[in-house]
């Protein structure tokens, strides 16, 4: 599968995120670059739309390895796609396409979970949500800039589900990095700067390598 998402805060970034989970051998995975492409023009026409200004930063494409293993994960979260509940943070709009690698087709009405920690990197209850795709493949939520953990580098976990129910099976788990450019800028911003855990670098994360290997690219920029 493929994700496209993009970020918005409030110096405004707009970054196009493509992921792929793993399939079964059979299935043949087709070179989706082009289908890519047009997803990803689809989304910034949308956004020119919506928006007056276009305040953003360089539109990348970045293709998310495959599976990660589950960490400060909760079973059953809200169903809503504002997950920011009364955290204080950069604000960040995550639209999320999915693409089914094998067909390079949008697939609709798939459950899509996000969580993450705040700016004081820290997990909890909250920034945690599910809704599902619509009939165009795309989610949209509304979070906000995570703060970096002692765990690794700093990114957003998500998880994709085989229907649109919540209860059915996994098909993706994965994480979304962040440049560390750019987790060091906001974190000399309050409340990132109260942030007291030990920071881990993109490269010193071996989630982050095994993500960057085959030429996927899981960093938002």
Partial sequence: MYFSSTLIASFAALCDIVSASPVADRVIRRDCSSEVAAFNLARRAQHNARRSTYPFLLNTTCVLAPEAELENYIPNPPMRQNVTDDQVGIALTLDIGILDVSTCEALPNVMVEIWSANAEGEYGTFLRGASPAGSNGIVEFQTIFP?????????????????????SGVSHVGQIFFTDKWTTIIGMQPPYNTNTNVRVLDLDDPVYMAASEAGFYPVVE
């Fill in 147 to 167: 703060g970096f953990t002692s765990q690794g580098a700093n990114h957003i976990n998500l998880m994709v589900h085989t229907t649109s129910l919540i209860s």
